[in-house]
């Protein structure tokens, strides 16, 4: 897997290339102005050179007029840059040669004057403003011939340096700004996703837990939001546990007053079966007809009495804190115990049974609860078939599946209507004329407690299968 460097070290690798990028700019930028400079330099030295050697030449020989027209017009095509004139001046103190023609034959000013006596007297360079005044005397052997004055325009040198230092100075924004463009990039990469999980933690904040955000990156932003979707899960789940311990209390409050009420219940009942019995031997008709009409109503009396305290009953076991009495028991063994009981009503109504056993197999269970358990499956299965005329068949299937074994228990009765299959385990929910609707919810429960599961299919009007999941191991 390839490793991503973290925000920071990105950062970082930026400031670092930025750094480098100016310092190479400006170096590349140093070097370049300084051979510019040096060349002009150059440039203007052999310009100057060779204007003192025509100088020279002419003040030191006599070749006449064409000799000073060839100096003048050399001086005319002399580079200006950084030289703003160059005189000849005659050891009789007069310009004859100049790169201002206007000059030429006038006699010295006092001002020259004065710098032709500077350099004289070992001072030939003097500043005047934004020029410097070079004086060269001419001497040959012992003989002085004249002297070259040279204004040079310092001004000149400092626009180039200007020119270089403004050069720099856009190099330099050209780096910051395309290091601007790179930060701007970078913001909006690590911002958007920053502000994908802003937005969804306001909308958790207001109760939406279905958010979830796509891990795009393994670096900072990536851990964030896989933190973020770690957390939404564990709210669910918290909010789920809050419903769940909601439900509970409220539950627990309601089978609190179910449980005295069905107690409430039971009393009056016991009382009433007991003032039935009593009437029924006191009152008695004394004629034989009388007497058979007068003990079918007392036994029907008494048979109302006897349902009411049997649904009392099961609803009691249903709300009872349950206490299992686990032990291995022995699979084969309990499923032929449920068909012995079953074997002769089977045999009435015309039910086939077939057994699809898997090897001997042993589960670590409350027997007496967990058989109560196959027996109702195997009950609700015969009713089911009841409005079935032949052909009844119930099947009882066995299956191991990892470490989990599979119990189930089908039939080819009516089935099961498809806006009920969702309500089956519901307390007090039922199809059936007589009954409380607790069975299968008790069922549910004896298995939930013991680590398994169950599963119900139906296609009305062909059938169903309810499964039992038990764990195969005994912890």
């Known amino acids: 897997m390839v490793i991503q460097p973290s925000l920071n070290m990105r950062l970082i690798l930026i400031m670092v290339f930025l750094s480098f990028s100016l310092i190479s700019i400006l170096m590349v930028m140093y070097a370049y102005s300084e051979r510019k400079l040096i060349n002009q330099m150059e440039l203007q030295a052999t310009e100057l050179t060779r204007a003192i050697q025509i100088g020279v030449e002419e003040v030191t ?20 840059r950084g030289v ?10 007069k310009i004859i040669a100049s790169s201002d023609p206007k000059r030429v034959g006038e006699a010295l000013s006092h001002k020259r004057k004065e710098l032709v006596i500077k350099a ?64 701007i990039i970078l913001s909006r990469h690590y911002t958007k996703p920053i502000q994908r999980v802003v937005d969804a933690s306001m909308r958790v904040a207001a109760g939406d837990l279905t958010q979830h955000i796509t891990v795009q990156s393994r670096d900072e932003i990536g851990k964030l939001s ?41 009393n009056p009942l016991n009382f009433i079966s007991l003032s039935i019995d009593h009437i029924g031997e006191k009152y008695a008709p004394a004629d034989e007809e009388s007497r058979r ?3 079918s109503i007392i036994g029907g009396i008494k048979q109302e009495i006897k349902r009411l305290d049997m649904i009392v009953n099961e609803f009691l076991e249903y709300s009872r804190p349950m206490i299992l009495n686990r032990r291995m028991v022995n699979v084969d063994a309990l499923l032929n115990d449920i068909v012995d009981l079953v074997w002769a009503k089977a045999e009435v109504e015309g039910i086939k049974i077939v057994r699809e056993v898997a090897d001997s197999v042993e589960l670590y269970v409350d027997p007496d609860l ?58 007090f929910f039922t199809t ?28 009305h009007g062909e059938g169903s299968e309810i499964i039992f999941i038990m764990p195969l191991s005994n912890g």
Not at 126 to 146: F, H, R
């Open 61 to 80: 020989t006599s070749k006449g007029s064409t000799d000073e027209a060839r100096l003048a017009q050399y001086l005319k095509k002399i580079n200006t």
């Open 293 to 295: 009409k007068y003990g």
């Open 370 to 427: 967990f058989k109560t358990c196959v027996l109702n499956a195997v009950t609700n299965a015969f009713h089911a078939m009841a409005s079935r005329e032949e052909g009844r068949v119930l099947t009882i299937k066995t299956v191991i599946d990892d470490d989990r074994l599979k119990l189930s228990i089908s039939d080819n009765g009516e089935g099961v209507l498809p806006e009920n299959l969702g309500k089956l385990f519901e307390p």
């Open 120 to 183: 004289e007297l070992g001072d030939p360079v003097s500043e005047d403003g934004k020029t410097y005044n070079v004086i060269l005397p001419v001497v040959a052997g012992e003989t002085l011939y004249g002297y070259i004055h040279l204004k040079i325009n310092k001004d000149d040198f400092s626009d180039i340096l200007r020119t270089n230092a403004i050069t720099r100075i856009l190099a330099t924004c050209f780096v910051f700004g395309l290091g601007i463009v790179f930060t």
């Open 432 to 459: 059936k004329e007589h009954g409380l609707g607790l069975g299968l919810p008790m069922t549910r429960r004896v298995i939930e407690e013991h680590g398994g599961s169950v599963e119900f299919r139906s296609v």
């Open 226 to 266: 896989e933190s973020f979707n770690f957390m939404v899960v564990k709210l669910r789940e918290v909010r789920t546990l809050e419903e769940k311990l909601h439900e509970a209390a409220h539950t627990s409050g309601i089978g609190q007053l179910s449980r005295h009420m069905a107690h409430e219940i039971r």
């Open 84 to 93: 703003k004139e160059i005189t000849i001046i005659s050891n009789s103190d």
